[in-house]
């Protein structure tokens, strides 16, 4: 039942948050904007947060992992990109890198060729200085670094020379 003010009591707020952090992996930033939306004050809060922590329904590090997993795997984000939604996320620097060891490097560098390869195949031919660029700045704007683009591109170069 919801009390007089329009707001969810603690009890509830819980029980909601528990399914909230049930249904998928959440950083605690979701969880305490969801929580505030509930209409619990800041002790509330940090109450239920440490609640759902202790109970496991809570775990940055295991966010941080699936995170990067997926939007690795299934978007093809770089390190990069990822990198900086999980620093929006307010995710701790820590939890970030236990995170990034989720992608395998092999499989990071066949990544970014591909991305490569069907970039360039993309881009017209008799654009040759626009195809590069083109190329650069899409895998620029997955997130994957510019050192490790400009080497695969090269390669890439060389094999349709």
Aim: hydrophobic fraction near 35%; charge should be positive.
């Amino acid at each position: 039942m919801i009390s007089r003010t329009g707001t969810l009591t603690p009890e509830q707020a819980l029980m909601k948050l528990k399914h909230y952090c049930a249904y998928q992996e959440r950083c605690h930033q979701e969880v305490k904007e969801k929580a505030y939306s509930f209409g619990l004050r800041k002790t509330d809060v940090e109450q239920l947060i440490s609640k759902l922590i202790e109970e496991d329904y809570l775990n940055e590090e295991r966010f941080a992992r699936q995170f990067v997993g997926g939007h690795f795997r299934l978007k093809k984000w770089g390190i990069i990109k990822i990198k900086y939604a999980l620093k929006q996320k307010r995710v701790s620097d820590y939890n970030i890198k236990k995170g990034l060891l989720e992608i395998d490097e092999e499989a990071y560098r066949k990544t970014a060729l591909q991305l490569i390869k069907t970039k360039w195949k993309a881009v017209k031919k008799d654009q040759y200085l626009v195809r590069e660029a083109k190329t650069q700045a899409y895998l620029a704007q997955k997130g994957f670094e510019p050192g490790l683009v400009q080497a695969l591109i090269k390669i890439v170069r060389d094999e349709a020379k």
